[in-house]
């Protein structure tokens, strides 16, 4: 069974930053694209955030873009999402995720951390 394991989420208020990590198991995530999903009450689970597995190329859902960033820190096999500018739409449970493969594809991931609440106050 894989865990990935969120940190960092929180209560904020509009405007505010925050920024959660994601903690792989082992060395052979370092080769996988990771990145970020985000569930709100009531609302399916949307993507947020990908990064391949060097770094060197990052997607995001237009709803962030300019006010989030994902990185990855192979090292420590941990993936960050450094949100800025926090508004009280992005109050959700922030999920990170991977694929099995190098580049991120569009694709259903295949294993999911168990969720960091994020809630931001107006």
């Known amino acids: 069974q894989v865990q990935l394991v969120e940190s960092g989420g929180g209560l904020v208020q509009a405007g505010d930053s925050l920024r959660l990590s994601c903690a792989a198991p082992?060395?052979?995530?370092?080769?996988?694209?990771m990145g970020w999903f985000r569930q709100a009450p009531g609302k399916e689970r949307e993507f947020v955030a990908a990064?391949?597995?060097?770094?060197?190329?990052?997607y995001y859902a237009d709803s962030v873009k300019g006010r989030f960033t994902i990185s990855r820190d192979n090292a420590k096999n941990t993936v960050y999402l450094q949100m800025n500018s926090l508004k009280p739409e992005d109050t959700a449970v922030y999920y990170c995720?991977?694929?099995?493969?190098?580049?991120?594809?569009?694709?259903?991931?295949?294993?999911w951390g168990q969720g960091t609440q994020v809630t931001v106050s107006s």
């Open positions: 082992g060395r052979i995530f370092s080769y996988y694209a």
């Open positions: 990064i391949r597995w060097s770094g060197g190329s990052t």
């Open positions: 995720a991977t694929w099995r493969t190098y580049y991120y594809t569009g694709s259903y991931p295949d294993y």
